[in-house]
């Protein structure tokens, strides 16, 4: 599927890359789902990789009150970050998450796909994929950002999520 550029189409990809990624999960044996990767990685296991999900549903979600609802302008990626400095900010997620359980992550990532799903339906079309619409999107759209934090980041976490898979297929007995 290409890059959304509909509302309709948006939900869709959020929605099927997010059933295909718990699917992929769901094929992982327990053993899998705890293991640390075998290959050098900011993340080192799959709820590394699920609370850095959540918490991108978290920033989007802060964006999109500040910038949408109360007509501010967020700090956008994080206080202190630029899109430069986009890994110093992915590794102090990774340090903030590292005391929660696989399980509690699986749990909060579900809740926050569901609250982004929320925040698009919110949204007509227009408001989604036209530029310009608020202040704080700059020269992209809403819907961008919604794709960023959903169908394509999904995607991000299968292709490693896959690797992890496979690394332990081929890891020595």
Known sequence: MSRPTTK????EAANERFSKLWSLIDTMTEEEQNSLFL????????????????????????????????????EVPGKGYTWRTLPDLNLEIWKKYQDVSLDSSKKMLKESHKMVLDLIESHTNDELFSKKVYKWTKSTTLGAYFVSATSSHYDWAMKKIKKHIKSQKNKPS
């Not at 309709?8 to 939900?11: E, F, S, T, V, W």
């Not at 050098?40 to 999900?53: A, F, P």
């Not at 920033?59 to 949408?68: A, Y």
């Open 39 to 74: 290959f050098e990685d900011r993340d080192k296991n799959l709820r590394d990789v699920l609370v850095h999900l959540y918490e991108w549903h978290q920033m989007v979600n802060r964006w999109h009150r500040i910038g949408t609802i109360e007509g501010g302008i967020p």
């Open 8 to 11: 309709p189409d948006l939900i």
